[in-house]
């Protein structure tokens, strides 16, 4: 994945860090900034964003465009359906969600990648195999509920080596192989680019 070049001043990019740090979700909203946050959050923080609008604004329009490269290259070369690019690219290897430990979410992401390297997105879609069934969760508890998982959270590192309409079989490390039969999630599932608490709105003129 590319390297991004950010525009703008450091401060700006402190200021952003400072803002994500303290849980607030920062995004572009015409000529505004619009914020996300589970509480509100400090003044210091309110502030620096509001100094520095220009410098934040600039950042997150080049993350925005990093963002289209990735769902382009993930759509074109994953063979993923564009609605699965567009998502799998705003996952953020250094924002786990709830319930999840930072090693445990960049092992989800990296199986996600293996996924698509593999081809198996077009396969899968073909199949009749949905998002849900591949990148669903419980949505209160997305570790701990893992027998509600879907397909790409049980790879845990190894291979997928055959998918059928109901199946899939999973080939371990040692060679043996471990066959998951296709579950379905409408209740009480959820994406994993959708696990989010309930967060109250700010925007920042």
């Not at 390297?3 to 979700?25: E, F, W």
């Not at 210091?44 to 220009?54: E, F, G, I, P």
């Not at 077009?122 to 195999?129: F, S, V």
């Not at 669903?136 to 997928?160: H, M, T, V, Y």
């Amino acid at each position: 994945m590319p390297r991004l070049n950010y525009p703008g001043g450091r401060q700006g990019r402190v200021a952003l860090n400072a803002a994500r740090a303290a849980g607030v979700s920062v995004k572009l909203n015409g000529d505004k900034l619009s914020m996300k946050a589970e509480k509100p959050p400090p003044e210091a923080v309110l502030a620096a964003l509001k100094h520095h609008k220009a410098e934040i604004m600039a950042l997150l329009e080049a993350e925005e465009a990093a963002f289209e490269e990735r769902a382009a290259t993930i759509e074109y070369d994953g063979g993923a359906p564009r609605v699965w690019a567009e998502a799998l690219a705003r996952l953020d290897p250094a924002c786990p969600p709830y319930d999840i430990s930072p090693a445990r979410w960049l092992r989800f992401i990296d199986d996600c990648g293996q996924f698509l390297d593999e081809d198996w997105a077009a396969g899968a879609a073909a199949l009749g195999w949905g998002p849900l069934d591949l990148f669903g969760c419980n949505r209160d508890k997305p570790f701990a509920r893992i027998s509600q998982a879907g397909l790409l959270w049980l790879l845990e590192g190894r291979r997928l080596s055959v998918l059928t309409c109901d199946t899939a079989t999973i080939t371990r490390p040692s060679g043996s192989h471990v066959t998951f039969y296709r579950r379905r999630l409408e209740t009480g599932g959820v994406l994993a680019w959708e696990l989010a608490d309930h967060a109250i709105q700010i925007t920042s003129g």
